[in-house]
């Protein structure tokens, strides 16, 4: 199945498309689903998590689930990467997508795509952007407090009231960013690669919004990875980084005192995951139960679980697709488009 490589890797695919196989056949009307009639076949378009696997066989076990319980025979075709998922829907090659927020934005806009679920990763199906910082003295408000990361059960610190003093961690924003304005002239900010919603794109237009000329008023530190964002901060290379949330965890071992050495002082709007698209000529009883069926598969077969886990790098999808952030996504990808 699809998938991120990384939560951060999520940037403006190349446009290359893959020509795929399968068209979709039966008896929809030409204006799509007008009486109501299902094709014989639909196929799915998607980006695997995994590489040089048997994928064929790998996608078997979510494609022969949707083919018995709908009926109809479901195939799946592999994607070279997500542009091309968009591209299969707009020729009909596909009439469902699984890709990922840029995507399914330019799916929705282009191809008036449906969508319909949106990928869930350990309860979540969005993520902020954290700014870090070693100097809370300037950033932070207010004295850093620890908070639990449930995902490793480490306690990190945070500031500006984003998270509450010995809870869980939410990552959930927006939250802190008056404190961008404290960023002044010449302040060294490490920033991954353009193409990185957390690492770059919505730190860029969280700074721009807080009246910082990101091209003039700071120093950029040109950074590869969210780890690197995390140490650049840690070593003093930077003053403030961006990462997802929470990168620091991903730097424990070679920097085991970074829950006190770098703190997370701010939160950006939330970046969406990606999820599932359907072209706008399936006809809507077969959407709603298409819906259910791959809303509900992890729960199908411990085996489900694991092709999640394994394919897609996903742990369920859900049916609340809170579009208003993908649409935001889209917004934000527009301002990097050239």
Same mark, same amino acid.
Request: charge should be negative; include cysteine; aromatic fraction near 6%.
């Given at each position: 199945?699809?998938?991120?490589?990384?939560?951060?890797?999520?940037?403006?695919?190349?446009?290359?498309?893959? *020509?795929?196989?399968?068209?979709?056949?039966?008896?929809?009307?030409?204006? @799509?689903?007008?009486?109501?009639?299902?094709?014989?076949?639909?196929? *799915?378009?998607?980006?695997?998590? %995994?590489?040089?696997?048997?994928?064929?066989?790998?996608?078997?076990?979510?494609?022969?689930?949707?083919?018995?319980?709908?009926?109809?025979?479901?195939?799946?075709?592999?994607?070279?990467?997500?542009?091309?998922?968009?591209?299969?829907?707009?020729?009909?090659?596909?009439?469902? #997508?699984?890709?990922?927020?840029?995507?399914?934005?330019?799916? #929705?806009?282009?191809?008036?795509?449906?969508?319909?679920?949106?990928?869930?990763?350990?309860?979540?199906?969005?993520?902020?952007?954290?700014?870090?910082?070693?100097?809370?003295?300037?950033?932070?408000?207010?004295?850093?407090?620890?908070?639990?990361?449930?995902?490793?059960?480490?306690?990190?610190?945070?500031?500006?009231?984003?998270? %509450?003093?010995?809870?869980?961690?939410? !990552?959930? @924003?927006?939250? !802190?960013?008056?404190?961008?304005?404290?960023?002044?002239? !010449?302040?060294? /900010?490490?920033?991954?690669?353009?193409?990185?919603?957390?690492?770059?794109?919505?730190?860029?237009?969280?700074?721009?919004?807080?009246? *910082?000329?990101?091209?003039?008023?700071?120093?950029? /530190?040109?950074?590869?990875?969210?780890?690197?964002?995390?140490?650049?901060?840690?070593?003093?290379?930077?003053? /403030?980084? $961006?990462?997802?949330?929470?990168?620091?965890?991903?730097?424990?071992?070679?920097?085991?005192?970074?829950?006190?050495?770098?703190?997370? $002082?701010?939160?950006?709007?939330?970046?969406?995951?990606?999820?599932?698209?359907?072209?706008?000529?399936?006809?809507?009883?077969?959407?709603?139960?298409?819906?259910?069926?791959?809303? @509900?598969?992890?729960?199908?077969?411990?085996?489900?679980?694991?092709?999640?886990?394994?394919?897609?790098?996903?742990?369920?999808?859900?049916?609340?697709?809170?579009?208003?952030? #993908?649409?935001?996504?889209?917004?934000?990808?527009?301002? $990097?488009?050239?």
């Amino acid at each position: 199945m699809h998938m991120r490589k990384t939560i951060a890797a999520v940037g403006i695919a190349t446009a290359s498309v893959l *020509i795929l196989a399968g068209c979709a056949g039966g008896d929809t009307t030409a204006d @799509g689903s007008s009486d109501g009639a299902w094709p014989d076949e639909i196929t *799915i378009s998607l980006v695997p998590s %995994t590489e040089n696997a048997d994928l064929a066989e790998a996608l078997t076990p979510l494609t022969g689930y949707l083919s018995d319980e709908l009926g109809i025979e479901v195939k799946g075709v592999v994607a070279d990467n997500y542009a091309a998922t968009v591209e299969a829907l707009g020729a009909d090659q596909a009439q469902v #997508i699984i890709t990922d927020a840029g995507s399914l934005y330019n799916a #929705i806009n282009q191809y008036d795509a449906k969508l319909i679920l949106r990928d869930v990763r350990f309860g979540a199906s969005s993520y902020a952007s954290v700014g870090f910082t070693s100097n809370p003295d300037k950033y932070c408000a207010d004295a850093p407090v620890k908070a639990t990361y449930a995902a490793n059960d480490v306690e990190l610190s945070y500031c500006n009231g984003i998270e %509450t003093a010995g809870e869980k961690a939410t !990552g959930t @924003g927006p939250g !802190g960013l008056k404190a961008l304005k404290k960023i002044d002239k !010449g302040t060294k /900010v490490a920033l991954q690669a353009a193409t990185s919603p957390a690492g770059y794109q919505y730190p860029v237009v969280a700074m721009q919004d807080a009246g *910082i000329d990101t091209d003039a008023d700071i120093t950029q /530190v040109p950074v590869e990875g969210n780890n690197n964002a995390v140490l650049a901060v840690y070593n003093g290379d930077a003053e /403030v980084s $961006f990462g997802f949330w929470d990168a620091r965890s991903s730097v424990l071992k070679e920097a085991p005192d970074v829950a006190d050495k770098v703190v997370a $002082f701010a939160y950006t709007d939330m970046i969406p995951n990606g999820g599932v698209a359907v072209s706008s000529s399936l006809p809507d009883d077969l959407v709603a139960e298409l819906t259910d069926l791959m809303d @509900g598969y992890v729960d199908s077969s411990d085996e489900a679980k694991q092709v999640m886990t394994d394919l897609v790098s996903l742990t369920d999808w859900t049916a609340e697709t809170n579009q208003d952030e #993908i649409d935001r996504y889209g917004e934000i990808l527009q301002k $990097f488009a050239n």
